[in-house]
């Protein structure tokens, strides 16, 4: 399932419900089939987010350069600031906007 965010600043984002859950559970909200966040809640919001972020880096071990086998490609990680950024901008664009900016979120259930 997809979760849609738009802001009345920026383009849309989508990302999966899975990775939206995530996100949102870490700024402190609930994974409801539609949401909003109010101005004063973006900044904290995008903080809560970049919190994360340093949390689950600091939690991962360092990466081994192992040398590729011939023929075979390193799979690519997609980590928590890869997937966390785009949301975070649109927290930080929007609420640089004003007092009316607004984000809602989007899914066709509770996620």
């Not at 919001?45 to 490609?73: I, N, T, Y």
Request: no cysteine; net charge negative; charged share 30%.
């Amino acid at each position: 399932m997809l979760v849609q965010f738009v802001s009345s600043e920026t383009g849309e984002v989508l990302m999966y419900a899975d990775v939206a859950r995530v996100l949102l559970q870490a700024m402190g909200k609930e994974t409801t089939a539609r949401g909003a966040f109010l101005p004063e809640q973006m900044l904290p919001a995008a903080q809560a987010l970049r919190d994360a972020v340093q949390r689950s880096e600091a939690a991962q071990p360092p990466a081994e350069e192992d040398e590729e086998e011939e023929g075979k490609k390193k799979e690519i990680v997609v980590g928590l600031r890869q997937r966390a950024w785009p949301l975070i901008d649109m927290l930080e664009r929007t609420a640089r906007s004003g007092p009316k900016a607004n984000i809602v979120w989007e899914a066709a259930a509770d996620f």
